[in-house]
């Protein structure tokens, strides 16, 4: 089973600063790595998909890279509305394919 | 757009089976494939399986032994079903629609439900 650790589990900024978080695999997902905003008592919305590309409606602020093990999201400049917990997902190979996640980095002000 | 809602009882006893449905509405579920995720409280997501729209199911290995899914295209709905439930399987379930890549195969979950929290309690 593929690992996912996100880090750091918790990252304190002010609106407009830069935010970056990171994820790592335990083993090459190529670039099939998706990232999640959830906000509190929300439902997660699928921000990236394959490792860089925005979901429909998801501001430019929002951007994502990296492949194999690697991955990164990065918020240009932090909205108070961004102030959330953002998880990385993968899926194993198919077609016996299980999802998972990572436990998740919370962006607190 | 499509949406999805998840309902069913809000607590069930312990060695009891929980049930939930998803109904899916502004689009068919045939097509499709469609998943069940669960947040502790407080806690992080966890994939519970996977239903398509003709039937066939994945789930993940660590309930495998005691979930079952199903899927009724005339009512656009799919449902859930968990055996001999703990305090453990206190959570938030969440159904959701999957991404598919331009090979046929779920991705991602490009769509949620708002969730429905399951207390287990006598």
């Known amino acids: 089973e593929i690992v996912l650790t996100q880090s750091p589990a918790t990252l304190s900024l002010s609106p407009g600063e830069r935010a970056t978080l990171s994820c790592r695999a335990s083993q090459s997902v190529r670039n099939g790595l998706a990232w999640y905003q959830q906000t509190a008592g929300q439902a997660p919305r699928l921000l990236i998909y394959?490792?860089?590309n925005r979901a429909t409606d998801v501001p430019a602020r929002f951007s994502g890279s990296g492949s194999g093990t690697g991955f990164t999201l990065t918020i240009s400049s932090l909205e108070p509305e961004d102030f959330a917990v953002y998880y990385c997902?993968?899926?194993?190979?198919?077609?016996?394919?299980?999802?998972?996640f990572g436990q998740g980095t919370k962006v607190e002000i | 757009q499509v949406q999805l809602q998840e309902s069913g009882p809000g607590l069930v006893k312990p060695s009891e089976t929980l049930s939930l449905t998803c109904t899916v509405s502004?689009?068919?579920?045939?097509?499709?494939?469609w998943s069940w995720i669960r947040q502790p409280p407080g806690k992080g997501l966890e994939w519970i399986g996977y239903?398509?729209?003709?039937?066939?199911?994945n789930y993940n290995p660590s309930l495998k032994s005691r979930v079952s899914m199903s899927v009724d295209t005339s009512k656009n709905h799919f449902s859930l079903k968990l055996s001999s439930v703990t305090a453990a399987d206190t959570a938030v379930y969440y159904c959701a629609k999957h991404k598919v890549n331009d090979y046929g195969v779920p991705e991602y979950f490009q769509h949620w439900g708002q969730g429905t929290l399951v207390t287990v309690s006598s």
């Open positions: 502004g689009g068919s579920i045939s097509g499709y494939y």
């Open positions: 239903i398509y729209y003709s039937g066939s199911t």
């Open positions: 394959d490792a860089s």
């Open positions: 997902q993968q899926r194993s190979n198919w077609p016996f394919s299980t999802w998972t």
